[in-house]
Structures are given as structure tokens and as C-alpha cells.
């Protein structure tokens, strides 16, 4: 028998069928598999529909597929709807580009807290080296092995440290990093209850700081954020940004300004019109 779903894991996906084809697979293989997957699509053509499809036949996991109309970067749209579609009282965010660590929900699921959120990190990948992962060396975890990283080209720095394996350590980093405890959409969590109490993503924003007004919001609210980076690990893939665009960076910054400034807790934007 199926223990009841504890958490909803909303994956973000946008033409990256094979980037989403390892991502998926990360989460076929989690240390607790009590949760659900719900993809988030802005629009993807039909080789990310097959890529689900696929791995929905192959896995135990109930898995989503929400798809809107590719009129350019939405993020925020399918994102609510994806929240609203989901069936659990707690939420994890990621990307289709982040491949989860094995203990990754297990760990969001541990750490989780009362009117609090996660703000987890990532470990970005060399070009190089994410054209090389598989799901062999996933299955081995491989990609979370500070050694074979380095054997393989990665740059030896202290952003490394990230995918310690050692949960005093990780603790340790996770208190003393000078990085604020903010919503990253590539890794945080909170419950359901307090990301609709903001009326979700405000969807007149465009790619640049989304994820990150929506957690202004929702501290505006009186959630606490709590940093995380150290111990929900998850490595990004390398990839190109194409939507990255001017104008819309500085409409998004004038929106979070607003949200600071006004100390705004609810968009009129978000997911009740």
C-alpha cells in the first residue's frame, strides 16, 4: 500500500526535454518517494509531453503535466496554476535543470517547519560536464561527488562545499553563509497555505526575480525563511538564457522596489484575479 503524499514537487520545464528527462529521473530514485510530481510547462512542443509520458509509464510516482500556449516567458502563470493543481499542503520548487540529490525531499520533508519556507542552493555544472551526465552516473550519484567533478574538469573552489555530504558541516555552512535566505525557484519549499495567503506569483513579471518577490511577500506575511543551501542539494545543468531580457529585468525590479517599499503582502496579479 502507498504511504499518503507529503510533499507536491512543482518542476518549471520549458523545451529542455533532455535536461527534464534526467531531472525526472533524479526524483524516480528519492531516498522517500511519499510525493508528487507536477511539471510546470510554459509551453514546451510535444518531445517534453513524450519525455513525461515516458517516465510516468516507467515510475510509481503520480506525476502532472500542466501545459499553457507559448506566448513567451510565463513562468508565473503555470506556476500558479501548477500550486492550484496541486494535492498536498506542502511545496517544493525546482527547475527542469536541477537534477535532486537521492535524499533531497527526504531532507525539505525533515527540515520543514511552521510558518516557515526553505531557501535551498544549487551547484552549477560546467558546460562540459553537463553534456556528460546520464542516468547511470546519477543512478551512482556521481554528479554529487566533489571527486569525480573535480577528475572530470570542474573548478576547485569553496562553491563545492555545497554538495557536503556531512549533515554537521552542512548545518555549520548553512548558519554562518553570508547568502540571505530568499524563494530561488531552482530550490525552496513552504506550505501551500502560506504561498496562496500572497495570492501566488505575480504574473505581470517576466524572467528576473519572480521567485524572489513572491518570497518578499510572503516574509511581508510573517514567513520566516530559513537557509537550507548546505543540506537540499540539487546541481544545475548548463544552459543558455535566451529570454533574459533589459526591459523586462527593470520592470521586475520596479515591482520588487514597490514590494519593499509598500511592505505588499498580496498581488492583485497572483492567482485570484
Not at 71 to 92: C, E, M, R, V
Not at 137 to 143: F, G, T, V
Not at 195 to 206: K, P, S, T, Y
Amino acid at each position: 500500500m502507498q504511504s499518503p503524499l507529503k510533499a507536491s514537487v512543482i518542476i518549471s520545464t520549458y523545451n529542455q526535454p533532455e535536461w527534464l528527462k534526467l531531472v525526472l529521473y533524479s526524483y524516480g530514485i528519492q531516498t522517500d518517494k511519499a510525493f508528487e510530481i507536477v511539471v510546470a510547462d510554459d509551453g514546451s512542443t510535444s518531445e517534453t509531453q513524450q519525455v513525461i509520458d515516458r517516465f510516468t509509464e516507467e515510475s510509481d510516482l503520480d506525476v502532472k503535466h500542466l501545459w499553457q500556449e507559448d506566448h513567451g516567458f510565463q513562468k508565473t502563470k503555470i506556476l500558479n496554476k501548477a500550486i492550484l493543481a496541486s494535492s498536498t499542503d506542502y511545496l517544493i520548487f525546482t527547475d527542469g535543470d536541477c537534477i535532486a540529490r537521492k535524499d533531497f525531499v527526504e531532507t525539505h520533508l525533515k527540515l520543514k517547519q511552521p510558518n516557515c519556507a526553505l531557501s535551498g542552493g544549487y551547484f552549477k555544472l560546467t558546460e562540459k560536464i553537463s553534456q556528460t551526465i546520464n542516468e547511470e552516473i546519477i543512478s551512482e550519484q556521481k554528479c554529487f561527488d566533489k571527486h569525480w567533478l573535480l577528475a572530470k574538469g570542474q573548478p576547485d573552489n569553496f562553491k563545492l562545499n555545497k554538495l557536503t555530504k556531512i549533515k554537521f558541516k552542512s548545518k555549520l555552512l548553512n548558519y554562518f553563509t553570508p547568502t540571505k535566505a530568499t524563494f530561488d525557484g531552482m530550490n525552496v519549499s513552504c506550505f501551500k497555505n502560506d504561498i496562496l495567503a500572497v495570492n501566488g506569483f505575480d504574473e505581470r513579471m517576466q524572467y528576473g526575480g519572480e521567485d524572489r518577490e513572491v518570497g518578499e511577500r510572503m516574509m511581508n506575511n510573517g514567513v520566516r525563511f530559513l537557509q537550507v543551501r548546505y543540506s537540499t542539494i540539487c546541481v544545475h545543468l548548463h544552459h543558455e538564457r535566451p529570454y533574459k531580457r533589459a526591459e523586462s529585468l527593470a520592470e521586475n525590479e520596479k515591482i520588487r522596489s514597490a514590494t519593499k517599499q509598500n511592505r505588499t503582502k498580496w498581488t492583485p496579479y497572483g492567482i485570484k484575479k
